[in-house]
């Protein structure tokens, strides 16, 4: 396969004395720019009793620091018409900005203030602890939401991999503003910490405003979580209102660390896209769901494969049966055509990342995390283009030999699980 005939640009990585990592990603083309601080503390670095505090200190980082309150921080940001955004993963809390290009160190040093000096102030908390109930609430009406919540303890029980990032309500109803102070100083260190910024800026300086803002981080040590031991669960359950049994079929992963791209890529031979043998089946040819897709999650920590699908009480073991016999033809045979499919279309979907400057950064920050190093396109296109036929049959045969996880929540039936058993073995 070909390659881009112009390359990308190439990430510049420096490491601070104190651990802390610099990403800058020229990008001169652009007259925006974007600034980013990723965090090596998500959810599965969480200790059971404070799940969910990750997400909460990602909304309260902005309602205050030690020079600025919450509407100055808001001011800051909008009176340069920068456009600020937040996340908390699995993996890792990121805190972004972008605008200008000519205001991207004021973006750094903004971020630094934000991640360095919150004060979580308590009135600010107790008004922020509605909302993110009010976000909870939100969430738990969600049938594939809780689907995915379900999955996770399906595939982990209780291993820290498979704690809902938003946490518990009850958590969310309890923690203090000591709780929130002692895990950012815990947590938040040099060792753990990787900041990038993309677009037209000047790589030296950007070092320098890094080192400003975050140079005197205590170092820490990087943060590890011990991998999860696969369990391969079956579970149902009923949700009042829904119309529909939303269902999740899959296992385990390796994770990103280990460097094993096959998953990837017999998830995308199993589902990527309306030719793939997974819509085929189960949509053209028996009309038993309207949405299907198959994904490998593959993060820090663990990795999952993934068929999801949302169908009704009445096709639900029908749909389940027809996935299973799926994965088993594809432990035994995997078409040239649909592997030739899905290498083209990851390859598109990477070279599309090119093109989002954010993304680009996210996935330079979880490749320092996980590597030590950022991969450069052309080491990615080649891992996924060598990926045959033999090892996307093994990992469908690793998967069936785990045993699959399968959840289905909504409008389920009577003994869904048991159920779904009989339909995955039948």
Not at 184 to 191: F, L, S
């Amino acid at each position: 396969m070909s390659t881009p005939t112009a390359a990308p640009p190439v990430c510049l990585v420096t490491a601070l004395p104190n651990g802390v990592r610099v990403a800058v990603l020229p990008l001169p083309h652009l007259a925006t720019a974007c600034a980013s601080v990723f965090v090596r503390s998500g959810s599965a670095h969480e200790p059971r009793a404070l799940a969910g505090i990750g997400h909460v200190i990602e909304h309260m980082a902005f309602k205050g620091t030690t020079t600025r309150d919450a509407q100055r921080i808001n001011l800051d940001a909008e009176r340069l018409g920068a456009e600020v955004l937040a996340h908390t993963d699995k993996d890792h809390t990121a805190f972004q900005m972008r605008g200008l290009a000519e205001h991207a160190l004021d973006f750094v040093r903004m971020l630094g203030d934000i991640v360095r000096h919150p004060t979580f102030p308590a009135d600010e908390l107790e008004r922020e602890r509605q909302v993110l109930l009010h976000e909870f609430a939100e969430v738990e009406d969600d049938p594939m939401d809780a689907a995915y919540r379900l999955f996770d303890h399906a595939c982990f029980g209780l291993h820290p991999a498979a704690q809902p990032v938003i946490g518990t309500r009850a958590h969310i109803e309890r923690l203090t503003r000591a709780d929130l102070l002692g895990f950012v100083q815990r947590q938040y260190t040099g060792a753990n910490v990787v900041v990038g910024v993309a677009g037209a800026v000047d790589a030296d300086a950007v070092v320098r405003a890094v080192d400003a803002a975050f140079g005197d981080m205590p170092a820490g040590t990087p943060h590890t979580v011990a991998p999860p031991v696969y369990r391969g669960d079956v579970r149902a359950k009923a949700l009042a209102g829904s119309g529909q049994a939303h269902v999740l079929i899959g296992g385990a992963l390796p994770p990103l660390a280990a460097g094993d791209d096959a998953g990837t890529v017999a998830a995308a031979v199993l589902g990527e896209g309306m030719s793939s043998p997974l819509l085929q089946r189960v949509r053209e040819q028996r009309p038993l769901a309207y949405h299907a897709t198959c994904a490998a999650d593959v993060l820090d920590v663990s990795g999952q494969f993934v068929v999801e699908a949302s169908t009704s009480a009445a096709l639900l073991d029908d749909f389940v049966h027809e996935v299973a016999v799926l994965l088993r033809r594809h432990a035994e045979r995997v078409d040239a055509v649909d592997l030739d499919r899905a290498r083209h279309q990851l390859r598109v979907k990477r070279l599309r990342a090119l093109e989002a400057p954010l993304q680009r950064l996210e996935e330079a920050a979880l490749d320092l995390f996980a590597f030590g190093r950022v991969r450069e396109l052309d080491e990615v296109l080649a891992r996924i283009d060598a990926v045959d036929a033999t090892q996307v049959r093994a990992t469908f045969e690793q998967l069936l030999a785990d045993g699959l996880s399968a959840v289905a929540v909504g409008s389920v039936g009577r003994a869904a699980g048991e159920r779904l058993r009989r339909a995955l073995a039948r």
